[in-house]
């Protein structure tokens, strides 16, 4: 073979080889776009209905009450406290990822339809840092409230609970209606437009 043909076959190669990495950015790049497009006008998700009156069953959940400042232990927010209204928990740890991008949503649900009779609260299930003794977790998690502005009290499992002995993936938001009764379950991250959905068919329940 020539040097002139070597030549040749080198730059068809690198011919083939830039046109096939094109092809594969343009594919990324159309990919990415779509996916917007369905994320921002909500096309990719379908409304999963509530679960009907007669096979819904009453939630129980108590936990102490993480304040701006005071002993967490002093003060329990409890479910049946709630009657009456709408309920929204959201199982969240600062360190997951999707919990924090949805964080932004939830604080504007809260604030929309609080007025409404709907109450927000966020469940921490975050572990103490085994490697800053000086930083546990009640520290950390009122430094976030305070940071984010959380207009919601976050709920602190007390250490016999279950929740700290199963591996519970988050984020997990459930929603109860005014008599304490579990009406959706929501595994992974909530659809902000379907949330909305299903508040306003609760609170049109009587």
Same mark, same amino acid.
């Given at each position: 073979?020539?040097?002139?043909?070597?030549?040749? +076959?080198?730059?068809?190669?690198?011919?083939?080889?830039? =046109?096939?990495?094109?092809?594969?950015?343009?594919?990324?790049?159309?990919?990415?776009?779509?996916?917007?497009?369905?994320?921002?006008?909500?096309?990719?998700?379908?409304?999963?209905?509530?679960?009907?009156?007669?096979?819904?069953?009453?939630?129980?959940?108590?936990?102490?009450?993480? $304040?701006?400042?005071?002993?967490?232990?002093?003060?329990?927010?409890?479910?049946?406290?709630?009657? =009456? !209204?709408?309920?929204?928990?959201?199982?969240?740890?600062?360190?997951?990822?999707?919990?924090?991008?949805?964080?932004?949503?939830?604080?504007?649900?809260? !604030?929309?339809?609080?007025?409404?009779?709907?109450?927000?609260?966020?469940?921490?299930?975050?572990?103490?840092?085994?490697?800053?003794?000086? +930083?546990?977790?009640?520290?950390? &998690?009122?430094?976030?409230?305070?940071?984010?502005?959380?207009?919601?009290?976050?709920?602190?499992?007390?250490?016999? $609970?279950? &929740?700290? !002995? $199963? $591996?519970?993936?988050?984020?997990?938001?459930?929603?109860?209606?005014?008599?304490?009764?579990?009406?959706?379950?929501?595994?992974?991250?909530?659809?902000?437009?379907? &949330?909305?959905?299903?508040?306003?068919?609760?609170?049109?329940?009587?």
């Amino acid at each position: 073979m020539t040097t002139e043909q070597t030549s040749t +076959t080198a730059t068809r190669r690198l011919r083939t080889g830039m =046109g096939m990495g094109a092809a594969f950015l343009i594919g990324v790049a159309t990919f990415a776009a779509v996916f917007a497009i369905l994320r921002y006008f909500n096309l990719g998700n379908t409304y999963e209905p509530l679960t009907p009156l007669t096979q819904r069953t009453a939630g129980a959940l108590e936990m102490p009450v993480l $304040s701006g400042a005071g002993d967490t232990t002093s003060v329990d927010w409890s479910l049946h406290d709630q009657a =009456g !209204k709408v309920v929204v928990v959201n199982y969240f740890a600062t360190w997951c990822g999707p919990c924090m991008e949805e964080l932004p949503d939830l604080i504007a649900v809260a !604030k929309e339809f609080g007025p409404r009779g709907v109450v927000v609260v966020a469940v921490s299930l975050d572990q103490d840092n085994e490697r800053e003794k000086d +930083t546990p977790r009640e520290t950390v &998690l009122r430094a976030f409230a305070k940071d984010k502005a959380l207009p919601f009290p976050i709920l602190v499992p007390p250490a016999d $609970s279950i &929740l700290w !002995k $199963s $591996s519970m993936p988050i984020p997990q938001t459930y929603l109860y209606d005014r008599q304490g009764r579990r009406a959706r379950t929501i595994l992974g991250g909530f659809d902000t437009k379907n &949330l909305r959905a299903s508040l306003e068919e609760l609170l049109k329940e009587s």
